[in-house]
């Protein structure tokens, strides 16, 4: 067992113990991304709440606030962020041996959806998941940026441990819809991202309300502000309450982010609310 370590299972230790210190000390951890000013995680447990969206639009209303933003599809087995853009294979292209970054809507942005036909399954293991993600980051001309977006996959496995061993991950967004089934799952990613001292920046509430066509009525079809209480109960942001609407659906089926236009200011408002946080004065 690994003196001092306070990860659940984590792979410094063969028991799958939980002690109680700060980082998994036999894991090597470094900065891949040095000319990234902040790096922020888009995170939840649960699959399908939303991280893709909320990280492609958040990306764009950044960019639009006038930041140089990166963002990268660190979910390698279920990439989003090349459909999401319309970006395609074809579209990148290398400067210096490295690859360029596909830049769609002011974003940089890197997926394997990009590098990979989409249709194929990509059946990896350990240490190619691994390769794939630190190539993503470093063998790609990401240039300066002030803030790095990183679209992550559901859970807390092995591409988060690979992000988080590779880049200095400097905080955590967490995604969750309002009801507890997704607050679960949400409360084992801020506690995996907590043990590797990253810090939280706040929560987003997706799928907060729909108000349909016919009454002005919002319905709180996952519940109501389940994910709101549990930032409030827990003292981090809620960095905004996105309704359920067709039209950010369509968004990304249209392959044009919602942000670009945004007519209620929503990722612009969640944008606003994260440069604060990052930058107090
Ligand atoms: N606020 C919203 N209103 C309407 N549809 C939404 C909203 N947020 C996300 N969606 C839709 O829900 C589906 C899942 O969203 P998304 O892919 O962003 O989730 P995810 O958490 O990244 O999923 P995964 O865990 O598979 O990576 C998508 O079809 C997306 O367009
Ligand atoms: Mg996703």
């Known amino acids: 067992m690994a003196d001092g370590c306070s990860t659940e299972g984590c792979s410094s230790c063969s028991s799958g113990e939980t002690h109680s210190h700060s980082k998994p000390s036999q894991v090597e951890y470094k900065n891949l ?10 995170a939840s447990g649960k699959g399908g709440v939303g991280k893709s969206t909320v990280a492609a639009n958040v ?12 963002l990268l599809d660190a979910d ?55 390769s794939a993600v630190t190539q993503m980051i470093s063998d790609v001309n990401w240039g300066d940026i002030d803030y790095f977006i990183l679209d992550l996959p559901p859970g807390t496995g092995d591409i988060q441990l690979s992000i ?28 995996m991202f907590q043990k590797v001292n990253v810090k939280v920046l706040g929560i987003v509430e997706n799928m907060s ?18 994910a709101k209480k549990y930032a409030e109960q827990k003292n981090f942001e809620l960095l905004g309450q996105v309704p359920l609407i067709d039209k950010i659906m369509n968004s990304g089926e249209e392959s044009v982010p919602y942000a670009v236009t945004d007519e209620d200011h929503v990722y612009e408002n969640i944008a606003t609310n994260m440069v604060k946080i990052m930058n107090p004065k």
């Not at 991304?33 to 888009?42: M, R, S």
């Not at 967004?173 to 949400?186: F, G, K, N, R």
């Not at 009454?215 to 079809?221: A, E, M, S």
């Open 209 to 226: 309300y729909f108000v349909c066509d016919s009454c002005d009525k919002k319905h709180y079809i996952f519940g109501d502000s389940g």
């Open 59 to 70: 990306a764009v209303a950044l960019t639009k606030l006038g930041y140089k933003v990166g």
């Open 33 to 42: 991304l040095p000319t990234a000013k902040n790096i922020i995680g888009i």
């Open 164 to 191: 988080v061993q590779s880049l200095k991950v400097d905080w955590v967004v967490a995604v969750s819809t309002p009801q507890e089934m997704s607050l679960i799952d949400v409360r084992k990613a801020i506690d």
């Open 76 to 130: 390698v087995f279920g990439p989003s962020i090349s459909k999401m853009f319309g970006t395609k294979i074809g579209d990148v292209t290398v400067t210096d041996k490295k690859m360029d970054p596909v830049e769609m809507h002011g974003v940089k942005t890197m997926s394997i959806g990009n590098l990979v036909d989409p249709e194929r399954a990509t059946i990896w293991r350990g240490p190619l998941v691994h």
